[in-house]
Nanobody, 127 residues
Framework: QVQLVESGGGQVQAGGSLRLSCSAS????????MGWFRQAPGKEREFVAA????????TYAEHVEGRFTISSDNAKNAVYLQMLELKPEDTATYYC????????????????????WGQGTQVTVSS
């Protein structure tokens, strides 16, 4: 069972940037597809971005496309979320998620598809 730990959250002004990191405990990190989700107070958890096992393919939610970039480093057992041009509506707790899959190229963009979750890191964007 993999354990995920997020870091890098904080408070920034609108237009600023943050880079979230997610560290995984499993040495077989390369067998997992990864994703980022977020949840704002009073709202459901929503998909942000996903990356496949080999890191060659990514997908994004429409509201972050062009501003956020997901990447992974299998050698470091880590996945990242670079967030640019942050907006107040990006304020949320951001969660890293992992799903063990035999499929190298598959992307997962639904929270129920993921088996493992981190505790979350808070991102607050002020106007």
């Amino acid at each position: 069972q993999v354990q995920l730990v997020e870091s890098g959250g904080g408070q920034v002004q609108a237009g600023g940037s943050l880079r979230l990191s997610c560290s995984a405990s499993d040495r077989m990190f390369y067998t997992y597809a990864m994703g980022w989700f977020r949840q704002a107070p009073g709202k459901e958890r929503e998909f942000v971005a996903a990356i496949n096992r080999v890191g060659g393919s990514t997908t994004y939610a429409e509201h972050v496309e062009g501003r956020f970039t997901i990447s992974s480093d299998n050698a470091k057992n880590a996945v990242y979320l670079q967030m640019l041009e942050l907006k107040p509506e990006d304020t949320a707790t951001y969660y890293c998620a992992a799903v063990h899959t035999p499929y190298l190229a598959r992307l997962f963009d639904i929270n129920l598809q993921y088996h493992y979750w981190g505790q979350g890191t808070q991102v607050t964007v002020s106007s």
